[in-house]
């Protein structure tokens, strides 16, 4: 299988722990995406790398969150302090330069619940 | 306002049906315009990808795009069940933030045999 991998694929954890997330991206693309998806709603951007380099923060990434990807392989999003309204569900997408444009494909998500 | 609006529906049809989903957009620099398959509690999957106005098909799907009146579509011909699932649009910009999706919020669709 040479798609999207995150794991893990569901996350429970109580208000005020620490959470990672991991993403292995297709290995030729050299971009990769975290996206957030609420219930009802189309996913949000967070933050995207090229390679290693992070270009991009949404104003939705708190400073509670960090996201890495060291080597420009597999990236992590961390999730510091959780609360109830970071409950949601952690998508990754990779992204392959088409047409002046990234073509991007998503992994199967993280689904994060706080209690 | 959202730069993106879909309606959420929810949409049913019998199988067999044209099925028609739509989006319209206020930023008139989003140039590249996608349209995603998301099954329940699953990752979106990337259906069709269009740059430029006019008409793409790939198989059953035809993707449409009308620049000047920030509005595009996508429609289903012969629908199955299989295609029961919520549709997202999503488009991007040209510029220092490239491949940035900005995604509808989705339409749900049914398809009943």
């Known amino acids: 299988d040479t798609g999207v991998s995150q794991n893990p694929r569901h996350k429970i954890t109580k208000r005020g722990q620490n959470v990672t997330f991991r993403c292995d991206p297709i290995s030729e693309h050299n971009r990769l995406y975290w996206y957030r998806q609420t219930l009802g709603q189309g996913p949000e951007f967070l933050t995207y790398f090229q390679n290693e380099a992070q270009l991009e923060k949404s104003r939705l990434l708190s400073d509670r969150f960090s996201a890495e990807r060291p080597k420009g392989s597999f990236s992590t999003l961390e999730i510091q302090r959780t609360e109830q309204g970071d409950s949601a569900m952690y998508l990754c997408?990779?992204?392959?330069?088409?047409?002046?444009?990234?073509?991007?494909?998503f992994g199967p998500g993280t689904r994060l619940t706080v209690t | 306002q959202k730069e993106v609006e879909q309606d959420p529906g929810p949409l049913s049809v019998p199988e067999g049906a044209i099925v028609s989903l739509n989006c319209t957009y206020s930023n008139s620099a989003f140039q590249y315009f996608m349209w995603y398959r998301q099954y329940s509690r699953k990752g979106p999957e990337l259906l069709m990808y269009t740059y430029s106005s006019g008409n793409k098909e790939d198989g059953r799907f035809t993707a449409q795009v009308d620049k000047s009146s920030k509005y595009i579509s996508l429609f289903i011909r012969d629908s199955q069940p299989s295609d029961s699932a919520t549709y997202l649009c999503a488009m991007s910009r040209r510029g220092s933030t490239l491949g940035r999706l900005y995604f509808g919020r989705g339409t749900q669709l049914t398809v009943w045999p």
């Open positions: 997408a990779s992204g392959r330069l088409r047409e002046s444009s990234y073509e991007q494909y």
